[in-house]
């Protein structure tokens, strides 16, 4: 089993609230995804990291935002919450193929599912 | 954009009848992967493609690449319980650095 970690598992919040998805892996690995999902739905890809300072936009608009200070941290942040945002919200890392178009395994985290009231 | 079709949306099966569920994608893939996801779990990558026409098993699982590697299939002999959930495929994006993933398709298996 992979060595990637999301906190919390659950939570609910009020809306307007600011709230902060944490995803931490301990496998080294450069790229990093945050995937939005509902229940046995579609995965939207948010937001995606190749490495230390680098994040890109997904193909789902979000009003969320990311940063890469360290490569096992991958923080996900809405600064105001609203029941639009509820959903699951899944962190996932792969390693860098040695093309920029490989395609590697990704290893996802347990998720979190996240309630907006 | 580039895009991977899945189909069907959603399947039902009989406890021990087959099931197959198809990838297609818009453009031509260097190699495709497969993903599960159990009810309340999370996607896990079960294998991948590379070669035009692969074929490989996994026990009752059988997946294959297309000639054009445009499309892919995954065949379940003898469904059981166990085998619910989605089942995602997902190919390169051309551009680089991120991977596009099927809509998936939901199995559900009665016993």
């Known amino acids: 089993e992979a060595d990637i970690y999301q906190t919390p598992r659950y939570l609910v919040i009020g809306t307007g609230k600011k709230i902060t998805l944490e995803c931490s892996q301990t496998m080294g690995h450069d790229k990093m995804y945050w995937y939005q999902q509902d229940p046995g739905m579609e995965l939207h890809l948010i937001h995606y990291s190749y490495g230390v300072n680098s994040t890109e936009k997904g193909d789902l608009s979000s009003e969320s935002t990311v940063s890469r200070i360290r490569t096992e941290h991958f923080p996900l942040t809405l600064e105001s919450a609203r029941p639009s945002h509820t959903s699951q919200y899944l962190c996932?890392?792969?390693?860098?193929?040695?093309?920029?178009?490989?395609?590697?395994?990704?290893?996802f985290g347990p998720g979190t599912r996240l309630l907006v009231l | 954009g580039q895009q991977v079709m899945q189909i069907p949306q959603y399947q039902h099966v009989q406890e021990g009848e087959d099931f197959t569920t198809y990838c297609n994608s818009s453009t031509t893939l260097s190699n495709i992967q497969w993903y599960k996801q159990r009810p309340g779990g999370h996607p896990v990558f079960l294998i991948q493609l590379v070669k035009s026409g692969e074929v490989k098993k996994q026990k009752r699982l059988t997946f294959q690449f297309g000639e054009a590697k445009k499309n892919s299939s995954l065949h379940i002999t003898a469904t059981q319980t166990t085998d619910v959930g989605t089942y995602f495929c997902?190919?390169?994006?051309?551009?680089?650095?991120?991977?596009?993933f099927g809509a998936g398709t939901r199995l559900f298996v009665k016993a």
């Open positions: 996932a890392s792969s390693e860098s193929g040695w093309m920029w178009t490989d395609q590697e395994t990704q290893y």
């Open positions: 997902a190919g390169p994006y051309t551009g680089g650095f991120k991977t596009i």
